[in-house]
């Protein structure tokens, strides 16, 4: 007990010690340039606390009265485990929420929220995560179960989105290489390589995931191998509707790689079965595995976490309808979109110099004057939407809390992250809906020939 309580308290010391130094390291030219990636750090610190105090913060909460009281029936370790879990993505998803609600309506980089709220004051904001997550330590049990069940529709709500842009993606990217293959042929024969390299993946894994999760000596394995077939049928099934006459906007590059993309889900989702399963023969050798592989393990399924929410929440040209008011240029329209989907959303730089400002320096042989410079600065679009971009990373907070916890779970392993049979079929779930809502972007345009889905 009292090597628990030692590690417990040196786990807590050590996050808090490392949350600040980050966040003091932080240099106001890294916020100004690359704000996003600054707020992903700091979402990705918040992942490791929670990941660091559910394995060893059990000594820390049996001292918190409100917590305890109802912990009788239940394996302690793990209980406690999923609370502190539970307490810090509820911190980070109010601190989030917050930041939200406070941005809403942001649409130029002069304005006061965009220098101040979004960008400036990283030690001040620093201090207010930290004061978000830990103020859930003080709420009653009652408050973080009602968080959690709105937690897993959060998480739904988060996989549901990451569906949509991938999505559309694949689409852009095949209709973007399709117009330039007009002109060139190498686009099409790049497309054409693609596609056999995602169909070849798919085939690939599958045979990877028949030999890993029925392993001999294992019985029938029925249900990994239900599962692995629907998955190949689900592919087969959307391929073929991708060529029928109905798609008008169907191809076979979309469908190789969301075929691609549901052989993963798949394989992900036989992954996470628990270790001592007979037929998880991959776990069988992952729990051989040493401790170091298996927290390499866990921060790479958290930085994919962090990744997704980066993306996600700079692609708001997809879920918002702002730039398309009725009276408003076209060319403007594009414009923005070419400015999300250019050199700052994908490297995640805010302040990115203005490209038809630089444009007009080439012309004219020298900069505007410094007020007038300012000026045009201050009415310089905002790249993405602030608002929806920590909305996200809101949702996010909640996704990794039911990962953390197998989706509820207190059966969840220890050391172990997105393991038990509710992460089984949340994986399934996510993709068949996958599968069918691609499906459904095909035969949607000629069911309902009068709408504009383009």
Not at 58 to 66: A, C, V
Not at 324 to 332: C, F, I, K, N, T
């Amino acid at each position: 007990m009292f090597m628990g309580g030692y590690l417990g308290n040196c786990a807590a010391q050590l996050a808090t010690w490392a949350a600040c130094t980050a966040c003091s390291c932080a240099s106001r030219e890294v916020l100004r340039h690359s704000a996003r990636v600054a707020w992903s750090v700091l979402f990705f610190l918040a992942m490791i606390v929670a990941w660091v105090l559910r394995d060893f913060a059990t000594p820390i909460l049996q001292k918190i009265p409100w917590i305890v009281k109802d912990a009788t029936h239940v394996d302690m370790d793990e209980w406690f485990g999923q609370q502190a879990v539970y307490r810090v993505s509820m911190g980070n998803f109010l601190f989030f929420a917050c930041m939200s609600l406070s941005l809403v309506g942001v649409k130029f980089r002069g304005e006061p929220r965009d220098r101040h709220l979004h960008h400036a004051h990283p030690l001040l904001k620093a201090g207010l995560w930290l004061l978000f997550t830990l103020l859930p330590f003080l709420f009653p049990n009652e408050v973080l179960n009602a968080y959690s069940w709105m937690a897993r529709f959060g998480s739904g709500v988060f996989l549901v989105i990451q569906m949509i842009i991938l999505l559309d993606f694949v689409q852009c990217w095949n209709d973007s290489w399709v117009a330039n293959g007009e002109d060139d042929n190498r686009w099409l024969y790049g497309l054409m390589g693609l596609t056999c390299v995602g169909y070849g993946g798919t085939l690939t894994l599958a045979g990877f995931m028949y030999y890993w999760f029925k392993p001999a000596g294992a019985g029938s394995c029925s249900l990994n191998i239900a599962l692995i077939t629907l998955t190949l049928l689900l592919v087969v099934g959307f391929s073929v509707l991708s060529l029928a006459p109905m798609a008008r906007g169907g191809s076979i590059f979309p469908s190789s790689m969301i075929a691609l993309y549901a052989a993963y889900l798949c394989f992900s989702a036989l992954q996470s079965e628990p270790r001592d399963y007979q037929c998880n023969g991959l776990g069988h050798r992952l729990t051989a595995a040493s401790g170091s592989t298996l927290a390499l393990g866990m921060v790479v399924t958290l930085a994919s976490v962090v990744y997704a929410a980066f993306r996600a929440g700079s692609n708001t040209a997809l879920f918002t309808l702002e730039g398309s008011e009725e009276g408003e240029p076209l060319a403007q329209r594009e414009a923005l979109l070419s400015a999300e989907e250019g050199g700052g959303t994908s490297a995640g730089l805010d302040g990115v110099p203005d490209v038809a400002e630089a444009t007009r320096e080439a012309v004219t042989g020298g900069p505007k004057p410094a007020s007038a410079s300012a000026s045009a600065s201050a009415l310089t679009p905002v790249t993405y939407n602030y608002s929806f971009f920590h909305l996200i990373f809101a949702l996010a907070s909640m996704y990794i809390a039911m990962l953390m916890t197998g989706w509820g779970s207190v059966a969840q392993e220890k050391d172990r992250i997105d393991v038990g049979w509710s992460s089984v079929w949340v994986k399934t779930a996510a993709q068949w809906a996958t599968g069918l809502l691609y499906m459904w972007t095909l035969v949607a345009p000629a069911l309902f020939p009068e709408r504009d889905f383009s």
